[in-house]
């Protein structure tokens, strides 16, 4: 791998954005391991055409993509491209963490959230951004669907551990450290992460 043309560490606890141009390699680095990210990305000419979970899991017809595997926009236009995956455990299905997540579920008002780290990411944006907690792709969530039930445990991958991804538009991306700390979605104890560019 190259060096970086551009590394932003993310925090535990909070959301960074980073513009990624069509070309580029964009990697999403667990620094300490068993932390997940919440990924949102929107094309830079019109913010309004944004990753969508839901979209790239209908057209692939898969609950988890795969290296090879293109992430899809709401209007089902390829942004990204998977090329190398340490982890290939993530979370399609499910929003990223809301302020109500934790008020209603579990009697944690106030609580740091994913949809509050971006909301705040991009409050400083100059592009009409907005985000909805289901437009996340949940990435490296060890998530699984057992007899129907969504099973969540604690991630098992390492320090280091990386998705590395081909950018197929002009995008500003936002990552969350998934401040989650009640639950085993980062094994209880949320920690930095990093996305790196490259090319
Ligand atoms: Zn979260």
């Given at each position: 791998m190259s060096d970086p043309v551009e590394e932003v560490i993310v925090p535990a606890y909070e959301a960074r954005t980073i513009e990624v141009k069509k070309g580029q390699t964009l990697e999403v680095v667990d620094l300490e391991g068993q932390q997940v990210g919440d990924l949102a990305a929107w094309m830079i000419?019109?913010?309004?055409?944004h990753l969508s979970p839901a979209h790239t899991v209908s057209s692939l017809a898969k609950l988890v993509p795969e290296v090879g595997d293109p992430i899809l926009s709401n209007h089902r236009t390829p942004l990204l491209r998977i090329v190398r995956d340490d982890v290939g455990r993530h979370d399609l299905i499910v929003p990223c963490c809301d302020p109500e997540r934790y008020a209603i579920d579990y009697d944690a008002p106030g609580h740091p959230s994913c949809l509050g780290s971006i909301q705040k990411a991009i409050a400083?944006?100059?592009?009409?951004l907005t985000i909805e907690g289901e437009n996340c792709w949940n990435v490296f969530m060890n998530n699984t669907v057992e007899d129907g039930r969504i099973v969540t445990r604690e991630p098992p991958h390492p320090a280091g551990s990386a998705i590395v991804m081909e950018v197929l538009e002009d995008l500003v991306v936002a990552l969350s450290a998934c401040p989650q700390d009640i639950s085993a979605v980062n094994a209880y104890n949320p920690t930095p992460m990093a996305l790196r560019v490259t090319g």
């Open positions: 000419d019109d913010p309004s055409e400083g944006q100059d592009r009409e």
